[in-house]
């Protein structure tokens, strides 16, 4: 097969295709997803392999505005003191974080109506949760909604009130989370280096 005849062929892929688009989003319309959407993204993840099938992950989706809120304020200064290393590693990108922290009402979770939750426990649960996460963002871009995993929304775990609204025990640990949501800006893909590969 001759390179034209192999980029066609990826083109066709609808899995190649949404792997190869998906961009992080940080830009959302206030247009609501509905449930059976989010339903579809949530079984998607939940076919994610996972070491020895152990299935370690729950899901919890927020929606609600209030609680949204309460996420922003608890999450907003510990970013911020994980940022400050940044102030000598890197003062320009600091600065601009910090403009951004500023100028947006939702610097964490950019307003998206949706955040979910990827929430797990377990020996295995460092192998395979990330592998849910991914099939959430894949799922989101494949059904027209952007997508971004938010580590810093993950920084609320000092606040006991979200604590108990999220049902988080002591041996479980958050990841993502991620948010979705409608958008009209798709970043354009940034440049990509080639793989690096060793041929046996």
């Known amino acids: 097969m001759d390179k034209t ?3 066609k062929g990826d083109t066709m892929n609808p899995v190649l ?5 998906r961009r992080a989003v940080r830009s959302y319309e206030s247009k609501p997803v509905s449930r059976d959407i989010i339903n579809k ?7 994610a392999p996972s070491a020895m099938n152990s299935q370690p992950w729950r899901f ?3 929606e609600d505005k209030g609680f949204h ?11 911020k003191k ?21 100028e947006l009402e939702d610097p964490i979770y950019y307003s998206a109506p949706v955040i979910i939750f990827v929430i797990g426990s377990g020996q295995f649960v460092d192998l395979s949760c990330p592998l849910a996460c991914e099939n959430i963002v894949l799922a989101a871009y494949s059904l ?19 604590r108990k609204e999220l049902e988080l025990s002591n041996d479980e640990r958050i990841y993502g989370p991620i948010i979705i949501g409608y958008t009209q800006n798709f970043p354009e893909p940034p440049p990509k280096k080639e793989p690096r590969v060793k041929w046996i």
């Open 69 to 79: 809120r309460k996420l922003i304020e608890a999450a907003i200064p510990n970013s």
């Open 17 to 21: 295709k949404a792997i190869a688009e």
């Open 144 to 162: 027209g909604l952007g997508s971004c995993w938010v580590h810093f929304g993950s920084l609320v775990t000092d606040n006991e009130e979200i």
């Open 41 to 47: 993204i949530i079984e998607a993840a939940n076919q």
């Open 82 to 102: 994980k940022l400050e290393p940044f102030k000598d590693i890197n003062p320009e990108r600091y600065q601009s974080i910090m403009k951004r922290y500023e």
């Open 60 to 62: 919890v989706v927020v």
């Open 5 to 7: 005849e192999e980029k």
